[in-house]
């Protein structure tokens, strides 16, 4: 997909810190432990049995008749909606209630408790550099340390029944590490899994690894727990009634009905592919199609066919919005009172089938921002045009910017709800370390940040010692990429100032992959490009001067190949083999010289 120069609005979005707290009465509860962990003597929610101790999930499952509990290790929120809907199949499927369980809110000393009749399910996604998300940190330390005694005294769990879902994405180098070691510690124990392991690739397709899975796990759970499938659905498909007359024209004589197409929705992967994911189709047109209704006309009563289905069957189907994760690109020690965010406006036609035709679409997370952009400084959108020279006829989305009971406004200021999470990926602590930041387009956001930070730092320096107390600090290397110089060159205009603060530690280099020189061969110069003929200066900066090295941005083929880039300037440089250079890139993200924050 590719956006044109009207499609891409890069924004530097300004949000100030007391924002932040704007939920810190009813989200941070300042001065409390993790908003997501209870606290002592905490009054139990509505409904709780108050003599079952809210950590205890083994106590809650037998006081609710529960026979699975499903933890979900999750950074996201995709895990936690796999385990949701996990629970949902097995309550459909065998009449089996769960207890889905965020790890950090419950104790593990007794997972050896769990009752003969019962199983235990884990969705864990591999988070970072083959990292458990936040919320495992607990579980996974619990599971693999040998000291760790359950409540019978050992650390065993001798035929526990657990099944086993990750989330991973196969473009970072510990695909699914989390799942793996967790399936590995559970069967050191002596627990027993059920069905294979599952593990879902985000790369490709989670949706269709996850399909390819749940079938022949639930084949082999139902033969280990002892249960039948259809005990969760005792009512029948059809009612019989006889009628004294009826509408000829509503006989089924044959024609694809939409239980035939919603069954080859749900089993064809190409025809799902091609209907719902390339078409972009919202549920409610899914279901205007299967009735055979005109999904691009306007809906009223006497073109949209209704459908009986429960509107609480509907809002449990439709999955919860999940948070958008952006990397600051500030310092705080130069910007003390504001987050900014860099951000690319997503807008996108879809691709036009046989069901559909191509439509506009918007990306969730990064249109709030822009109308929370042009609210601030009184803009108003712009209407889109196909081709930027016909009349415009199509709009952007519009949000609720105001917020609840207008909440989030106060005349032109507009609060958001913001949670800054933490990260390892930051500065070396000591300036005399040089730094390697490799991000193109959107990925050099973190890199402005430390510049900053550098920035900030060394005007105290100067201001205090005088102009040479930089002398001995490490040199900032910044390869960054876009398409050209006068369409994209995110900061363009601020760079050479930070350069200037630096007094000589900054040094940029830049590849244009549109107005930029190109090879010999007239292939694009990219950044790993750059990284390339500067080999000598990384390989001394990273071997002799310790020097840390970043990358930021895509994940499926940027990230790689700066890595295999970097392996093969080690091999050079020390005179040994392409596999011992890998060796010393994997030496170098073990001891957190070589991070990565990156995306597909």
Known sequence: MTLSNADLA???VTV?????????????????????????????????DPGVDPR??????????????IFYGSQTGTAEEYAIRLAKEAKSRFGLGSLVCDPEEYDFENLDELPEDCAAIFVVATYGEGEPTDNAVQLMQNLGDESFAFSKGEHRLEGLKYVVFGLGNKTYEHYNAIARI?????????????????EGDDDKSMEEDYLAWKDGMWA????AMGVEEGAGAESPDFVVSEVSSIDQSKVYLGELSARAMLKKLGTDKEYYNQVIHDGCLKLGEVLQLAAGNDIHAIPNAENTTPWNIPFDVIISAIPRLQPRYYSISSSPKLHPNLIHVTCVVLKYESLESEMSKAKWVFGVGSNYILNLKMAHHGETAPLLSEDGETPAHVSGPTYAIHGPRSAYASGEVYKAPVHVRRSTFRLPTNPKSPVIMIGPGTGVAPFRGFV????????????????????????MYLYYGCRGENEDYLYKDEWPSY???????????????RSGPRKPDGSKIYVQDLFWEDRQQVADAVLNQKAYIYICGDAKNMSKQVEDTLAKILADAKGVSSEEGHKEVKTLKERSRLMLDVWS
């Open 56 to 69: 205890d999930f083994v106590a809650k499952m037998k006081a609710g008749k529960k026979r699975l509990v």
């Open 452 to 475: 900053q930070e550098r920035v900030a730092l060394a005007r105290k320096a100067i201001e205090k010692n005088g102009p040479d107390a930089l002398k001995d600090w490490g040199q």
């Open 499 to 513: 350069a200037a603060d630096l007094k000589g530690k900054f040094t940029m280099r830049t590849a244009f992959s």
């Open 16 to 48: 100030a810190v007391g924002g932040m707290y704007i939920f810190r009465g009813s989200l941070f509860n300042s001065g409390s432990a993790s908003p997501s962990r209870p606290l002592p003597g905490t009054k139990p929610a509505a409904g709780a």
């Open 220 to 223: 082999a759970f139902s033969q």
């Open 182 to 198: 967790l399936d590995n510690h559970l069967e050191t124990m002596g627990a027993v899994r059920i069905g294979e392991r599952g």
């Open 10 to 12: 890069v924004l530097g």
